[in-house]
């Protein structure tokens, strides 16, 4: 949904009639995961993909019938024939959508998303109802769904719940995660460029203002002058951000790792030879860090792609959305 808000936005700004179709069901090889969405308008726009192109013409037919006042419908794609002449998945997969018109409940999750909030949209799958509800128990829509929220909270989420009621389809939106640099060096300008790319809030940080500068780092959506020990918080450490320390000084590395260590945040980088790595340890150890504790450093950080600095970047990047992915993990070797 957030990839398509602009377009959305603007459509229904123009008054346009929009239908939604979400994938709630992903079985095999699939293009595009659960949660992922299409829009189409009753003018013949579309937005999103919901297979990567395999099936988008179907549900665009389908989805004119349901803005002409079909009801909504659940449609499945299997594999296509090998002449073509079906309609399929080319990959071998099987994906299950959810069609319907975009309702007054989804105007005002656009609302949310546009704020940048954490929000959950339950879906009543026979064409029923919407709950849409917050973490400090603001709820509007179809209470009757609350139940589906015990287990919903903090996100993101994308869960299709069978249930003997009808099925239910629960997604949770969470604000994008946080990538936190530690040194505005120059490896720091195409981590910046390609992390927004993946969809991460850019946070640099670096108590040097000749270094931290908008010259530097026109794009970076927070540019912090200060020690980590003031720009390190709560806030941009949480189980689905990152931080990269790449500054080669331990008046920098050590008091980032320690705030960090002692935080939930998803992952912890840190650029540096092994003998970098095992200084570093050394001083987290006798700050009172275990073995345990350390294991979450990853380091030499990144996946060994290249040693130039926008691919040192790029495997850095590839780590981060590896261990949030949970794939098995490809050490780089020390520079």
């Not at 179709?21 to 009753?42: E, K």
């Not at 594999?79 to 309702?103: F, K, Q, S």
């Not at 917050?134 to 719940?161: C, I, N, Y």
Request: aromatic share 4%.
């Amino acid at each position: 949904m957030k990839e398509i808000l602009p377009d959305l936005t603007r459509w229904l700004a123009s008054g346009e009639r929009v239908a939604l179709a979400t994938v709630i069901r992903a079985q095999g090889p699939s293009p595009r995961p659960v949660g992922a969405c299409l829009a189409v308008t009753a003018s013949g726009k579309m937005a999103g993909s919901v297979s990567g192109g395999c099936v988008e013409g179907a549900v665009f037919r389908e989805a004119q019938a349901v803005l002409e006042g079909a009801p909504p419908k659940r449609l499945r794609y299997g594999v296509a024939d090998e002449g073509g002449w079906e309609v399929g998945l080319a990959c071998g997969g099987t994906i299950e959508i959810y069609l319907e018109p975009l309702a007054p409940i989804h105007e005002r999750l656009l609302e949310a998303l546009r704020a940048d909030e954490t929000v959950a949209l339950v879906t009543r799958l026979d064409g029923g109802g919407h709950l849409l509800a917050w973490p400090d128990g603001q709820m509007e829509g179809d209470r009757s769904l609350a139940d589906e929220l015990e287990t919903a909270f903090p996100g993101p989420l994308a869960e299709l719940r069978p249930s003997p009621q009808g099925d239910r389809f629960v997604q949770v939106f969470a604000p994008p995660p946080t990538l936190t640099i530690v040194g505005a060096v120059h490896l720091a300008q195409p981590l910046v460029r390609l992390a927004q790319v993946l969809g991460f809030r850019v946070r640099v940080v670096d108590a040097r203002r000749v270094f931290a500068t908008r010259d530097r780092f026109p794009t970076a959506d927070e540019l912090v002058v200060a020690w980590p020990k003031e720009a390190l918080g709560p806030d941009h450490l949480r189980p689905s951000d990152a931080l990269v320390v790449l500054t080669h000084d331990p008046k920098f590395d050590v008091p980032a790792l320690e705030i960090a260590l002692r935080s939930p945040v998803g992952y912890i980088g840190l650029l540096g030879s092994q003998s970098t790595q095992a200084r570093r340890k050394k001083a987290l150890k006798e700050r009172g860090f275990t073995e345990k504790d350390l294991a979450r450093i990853h380091g030499p950080v990144g996946l060994d792609v290249g040693n130039s600095p926008e691919e040192i970047a790029l495997g850095i990047l590839a780590e981060i959305v590896a261990h949030r992915n949970r794939t098995i993990r490809t050490p780089r070797p020390p520079p």
